[in-house]
């Protein structure tokens, strides 16, 4: 079975801030470029049969600077779209509406986690009808949800998988069963 390996892009200025950034196309910040960089050494000694990448210029560059300067965009791979809460935090968010979580809660113009669910399950089709290893290079909640997608959860369960800027996951299989390998690394 095939092995995917997850990139988070580098810091953003709203990353930094913990600002829900899922359509507003940011660029990387200076230490978000440089912890970019570091991923082409990690990433250099591995083939990939398939490359892609989110279509927000902060996966592109992220992609670019790990040495991936052709990866496919795939518009499913964008991050969640967070309609009416984009652009704020989730304490903002909490006063309005108290415990929110992307993961449970209702997005006001956005995106559901059907939704998300939906076209992350496009990427996954895509990965596993290659063989040998993908790559991807996407967002914090997207990548997660794809994570748990990935072992046959809800969207919800990627509550539970924390993911920082600029780190590397794998996930792949055990006798056949969908594992997460490597998190958050």
């Known amino acids: 079975m095939t092995e995917l390996y997850l990139a988070r892009h580098g810091a953003t200025e709203w990353s930094v801030s913990g600002r829900h950034t899922g359509t507003t196309d940011l660029p990387l910040l ?13 990433l250099s000694d591995v ?3 398939l490359v892609l990448t989110s279509p927000r210029q902060r996966a592109r560059r992220t992609a670019e600077l790990a ?11 964008a991050e969640w779209d967070y309609g009416d809460y984009e652009g704020i935090t989730t304490d903002e968010i909490r006063e309005r509406d108290p415990g929110w979580t992307v993961w449970r809660g209702v997005v006001p113009g956005g995106e559901s986690a059907e939704q998300v669910s939906a076209r992350l399950d496009r990427v996954i089709g895509r990965v ?12 914090g909640h997207a990548l997660r949800a794809l994570a748990a997608r990935w072992l046959g959860l809800p969207v919800s369960e990627g509550r539970l998988l924390r993911l920082d800027t600029a780190t590397l996951s794998v ?10 390998l490597h998190w958050n690394s």
């Open 30 to 42: 200076p230490e978000g470029e440089q912890t970019a960089r570091t991923l082409a050494a990690r």
């Open 47 to 49: 083939d990939f049969e």
């Open 67 to 77: 040495g991936f300067p052709d990866a496919e965009v795939d518009g499913d791979l």
């Open 128 to 139: 596993r009808a290659v063989e040998g290893q993908a790559l991807v290079f996407g967002h």
């Open 171 to 180: 996930l792949g299989s055990e006798r056949e069963q969908p594992v997460v």
